[in-house]
């Protein structure tokens, strides 16, 4: 039995970095699948779009169609489902993802072409549901998936060693999920429903396994935790910076969490062993709004948090929102006063949503503000809870664009940042030397790049660097020799291959640069700076 699994964002998002990318249950789903000997294809059909798509699942023919469905993507993934049916009628149509979980019984009303929906998680119920298929079993057309108790029994995605369309490992497996679930209710968000608001935690070991996984075999040499909360608990936390820092990969990283889960023990740690950047929900500068979110979150919590962050010396970002029903200017004016406090690197800011499935959406429907039929009367997106915030959203996003000069760290800040999280914390040096690089300050960027280099001459970042600025100062026989080093410290990592690459090509070894493109385009055939440079070497002979 062959089963394709697939994904595609709205084709108008097809250029949207984080949307264009396959959501992480399904390379779970199909690390699964495959690990019991399935046949599996995995796809993102994001750049080509659903009627491209449908013509290519008819050129696989699979016997089974799995498509992974968010509010944001439904419209073209129903699409997708019902012209892949009508092209192959004896094809069974599967669907899960939380905009599915939540509007099962209505999907199904409206789109007879669909044969299951899963709701929930999806890895145990999908096992299921094909070995059921396979013994000519009948399935009820809505399959609940259970909580998996065990997360480190699920083999992790980078693991998959099936058949791959439009993935692009070297991006799709930098981004993991450590955790499932969130113990707090916030209004806006669906995960209180969907994990029913129990939490369950991956092993720090089993988290190393994974990391190691994707450094080995897609040179990943940058990762990103996109659990709702990676500091929930800080015993954990510990446990896995400590195994990373001793673990000889050097990986930088970043992560999102709740402001009122982090202090400066656990942020040193952290940064100790390869944290530069976090992210935190803090929505509103409003009490009175938070209350309104069920937050559970004060500004106090909030403004502790980066203040501690930057103490450490760790970039800061914010998630905020606005559009609230009852939200006021003065409830804005008070997140616009919290920026220019606790001084974000950077924040996005988006209108609040409605999502099937969170509180704001059930309370909406009791009160007959909407009803589940709008999902299928347009295509837009996103159905926001109000419609005249544009200037309120806009008067946020001016304000993160202004502070932006002061919210960096300079030179006075790294001196502060060496005396908290230590002298020898390799990413203070990183930073500071970035902060040269931009400033011009050549000197002083290579002294900062050349401590990380001596102190861990196998840390990738320090030669990175020095590669970096090697070949801004035009020293591109030095920037080879570093971007060299980086190949033999990183051998699957296609960005030291490109990047010997165009130091050798500057030095006129036109030869010896497209043998290194060559590499780089074997490692990720995706990157177009790969390409762009093959097609100059091949023209110039």
């Not at 990943?220 to 990373?244: A, E, G, H, P, Q």
């Not at 699957?492 to 030869?511: F, I, P, T, V």
């Not at 490692?523 to 023209?539: A, C, E, F, T, V």
Request: charged share 25%.
């Amino acid at each position: 039995m062959r089963i394709l699994l697939a994904y595609l964002c709205r084709y108008g998002d097809r250029n949207d970095y984080y949307l264009s990318l396959l959501p992480h249950g399904l390379t779970s789903i199909a690390a699964c699948l495959r690990q019991k000997g399935h046949d599996v294809i995995l796809a993102n059909f994001s750049s080509i779009g659903y009627r491209r798509a449908a013509g290519e699942i008819v050129k696989i023919r699979p016997d089974v169609l799995g498509i992974s469905i968010f509010s944001y993507n439904r419209a073209d993934s129903l699409r997708l489902a019902a012209g892949a049916k009508k092209a192959l009628p004896e094809l069974t149509v599967v669907i899960g993802g939380q905009h599915a979980t939540f509007l099962a019984d209505e999907i199904l009303k409206r789109y007879p072409e669909i044969s299951h929906v899963v709701r929930g998680e999806g890895e145990s119920a999908f096992l299921e549901l094909i070995k059921n298929i396979e013994m000519k079993k009948k399935n009820p057309a809505i399959v609940n998936g259970d909580r998996i108790g065990d997360l480190d029994s699920l083999p992790s995605p980078p693991s998959f060693s099936g058949r791959m369309i439009g993935v692009n490992q070297n991006e799709q497996y930098k981004y993991i999920i450590t955790t499932r679930g969130c113990p707090n209710t916030c209004a806006f968000c669906t995960s209180p429903r969907f994990w029913k608001r129990g939490v369950e935690f991956r092993g720090p070991e089993n988290i190393l396994d994974e990391l190691r996984l994707a450094h080995e075999r897609f040179g990943i040499i940058y990762f990103s935790i996109r659990d709702d909360n990676f500091t929930l608990r800080k015993d954990r936390v510990l446990k896995f910076c400590k195994m990373l820092a001793g673990s000889g990969m050097y990986i930088m990283w970043n992560c999102q969490a709740r402001a009122d889960t982090v202090d400066e023990e656990m942020l040193v740690e952290m940064k100790k062993a390869g944290l530069e950047h976090i992210q935190y929900g803090v929505e509103s500068g409003s009490d009175r709004i938070l209350a309104m979110y069920d937050k559970s979150l004060k500004i106090g919590d909030i403004v502790r948090a980066a203040e501690t962050t930057r103490r450490v010396g760790i970039y800061l970002s914010i998630y905020l929102m606005s559009g609230m029903m009852g939200e006021k200017h003065s409830d804005v004016r008070k997140t616009v006063a919290l920026i220019k406090k606790i001084l974000p690197g950077d924040g996005i800011i988006s209108p609040v949503a409605y999502y099937p499935g969170t509180v704001l959406y059930e309370d909406s429907k009791k009160n007959g503000l909407i009803d589940d039929g709008i999902w299928f009367r347009t295509a837009d997106p996103g159905i926001f809870v109000r419609g005249d915030t544009d200037g309120w959203i806009r008067e946020i996003s001016d304000e993160l664009g202004r502070i932006r000069s002061s919210s960096w760290y300079t030179e006075k800040d790294f001196a502060g940042h060496r005396r908290v999280a230590g002298a020898s914390c390799w990413v203070t040096d990183i930073l500071e030397g970035d902060y040269f690089l931009d400033e011009e300050r050549y000197e002083r960027a290579a002294n900062s790049y050349m401590r990380v280099i001596g102190s861990l001459p196998e840390n990738i970042w320090g030669h990175l660097r020095m590669g970096k600025l090697s070949f801004f100062t035009e020293d591109y026989e030095e920037a080879a020799g570093f971007y060299s080093r980086v190949t033999e410290l990183a051998p699957a990592y296609y960005g030291g291959w490109l990047k010997l690459a165009e130091s050798l090509l500057a030095q006129g070894s036109r030869k010896n640069a497209l043998g290194c493109a060559k590499k780089a385009a074997d490692l990720n055939h995706y990157d177009p700076r790969i390409s762009n440079l093959i097609g100059i070497l091949k023209r110039q002979g």
